[in-house]
């Protein structure tokens, strides 16, 4: 019997899957928990046209990214705090900082996206990555001064 899976199953495959199962295994455990529908000539078009339309909303979420990531690596982000002797900051600008100043400026980053491997303790000029989808990772320039 082959049925198409609508939730991922232990043993037998991942979302969206064809898989071929003993009848009864089928008909009294996938069917009737809503695991699994039969496959079916409508069914199976069924898929064809959601994965069709999930491969498309994929590539528009990528272009997407690709634009917002070609427009921040032009801008520079400007935060000032307080510093001490030695260009040492009373604290440290984190990804919150971050995010706040690039919202400021019309860019709408969440800030688990901003890539700090420690926070900022100096001032100047640091380059940050945002990842912004799996495959589109942008640089901006952090201009830390004191204000």
């Known amino acids: 019997m082959k049925v198409i899976?609508?939730?991922?199953v232990k043993g037998q495959g991942q979302e969206g899957d064809v898989v071929d199962v003993s009848p009864g295994y089928g008909?009294?455990?996938l069917l009737p928990r809503k695991l699994a529908v039969e496959a079916?000539?409508?069914?199976?078009?069924?898929?064809?046209?959601k994965k069709k339309e999930e491969q498309r909303l994929a590539a528009a979420e990528k272009r997407a990214a690709e634009e917002?990531?070609?427009?921040?690596?032009?801008?520079?982000?400007?935060?000032?705090?307080q510093a001490g002797e030695g260009g040492r900051l009373f604290g440290a600008v984190t990804t919150k900082h971050i995010a706040d100043a690039l919202e400021q400026q019309?860019?709408?980053?969440?800030?688990?996206?901003?890539?700090?491997?420690?926070?900022?303790?100096?001032?100047?000029?640091?380059?940050?990555?945002?990842k912004l989808h799996p495959e589109v990772t942008a640089t901006v320039n952090v201009d830390v001064q004191e204000g």
């Open 5 to 8: 899976l609508l939730t991922n």
């Open 27 to 29: 008909r009294n455990y």
């Open 40 to 49: 079916t000539e409508a069914a199976m078009k069924e898929l064809q046209d």
């Open 68 to 81: 917002l990531a070609s427009k921040l690596e032009t801008h520079r982000v400007a935060i000032t705090t």
């Open 106 to 130: 019309g860019f709408n980053v969440d800030k688990r996206k901003i890539q700090l491997s420690e926070h900022i303790k100096s001032l100047g000029t640091h380059k940050v990555q945002i």
